[in-house]
């Protein structure tokens, strides 16, 4: 019997699976894996050792504070402990051949692990929260949009869910009733970004007039009319006034145009908040 204590000043998976992987490979049902992740000083270092047997049990680590290795490589060599050193010989290797110095920091390929798993998150709820005429999921969106109309929509939806921001929006409408715990639903009490989006009636007008064109939807000429529009406008207007939200005027904006104003109002709420 053994033990293999695994120690990292990162989170210390890629050491841990490393190691699973390998006694996969053997029938030992009776080898401990003891994991030590996020050491902060050579004191812990020392520690750990104190709890190995010389000449018996291994300790395997990735640590990229330099500091560390030489702690721990010279404190094992002292009291014959085993030590393999899983990430150095890699490093070094590309090093060799890229000619870039390594960052140093510790936890970086776990970081990305979740940034990856945010951004996939946000896409995934673009992609099924794409109507803005359902209010079951708006409690899981970042950032919430409020409109008469949405021109880009599915592409600013998509280029936000990207940067892994869950946006969410909601089609304001004078012939449809809102429900009466508006702002619970929008959830902003807790913090999330709502923002108003305000737009020149012509340029509605001009947006449905070519929509009802291009798709043939002759039953929806009214909407095209500038009485409406105007009535629309003002309507989302006094709910903008009610939720005291910040407001994006979109007339004449393209996609890109429109989500820089976006990511500037999320970080001038993060800034007061």
Known sequence: DFSIFVVSDGTGKTAYLAVQAALAQFD????????????????EIFNILDMAHPQKDLVIYTLVNDD???ALVTESLHR???ILDLLSPIVNTIRKLSTRSPRGEPGLLHNSDRESETITEAVEYALAESTGVSFSRLNEAQVIILTVWFPHRDDCVMQLARK?????FMMLNPDLPLPQNLENILGKDQGKVIIGFIMEPEFLQKL???????????????KANLDVVHQEIAFAQKIYQKLNCPVIDITSLNSKDIISQILLKIQKQREEA
């Open 28 to 43: 030992l049902p009776r080898v401990k894996i003891l994991r030590f992740d996020h050491v902060k000083n050579k004191e």
């Open 68 to 70: 560390f290795v030489q």
């Open 80 to 82: 014959r402990i085993l």
């Open 164 to 168: 892994g921001i869950k946006c969410g």
């Open 208 to 222: 449905r007039n070519e929509r009802i064109m291009n798709l043939g939807l002759n039953y929806m000429e009214y």
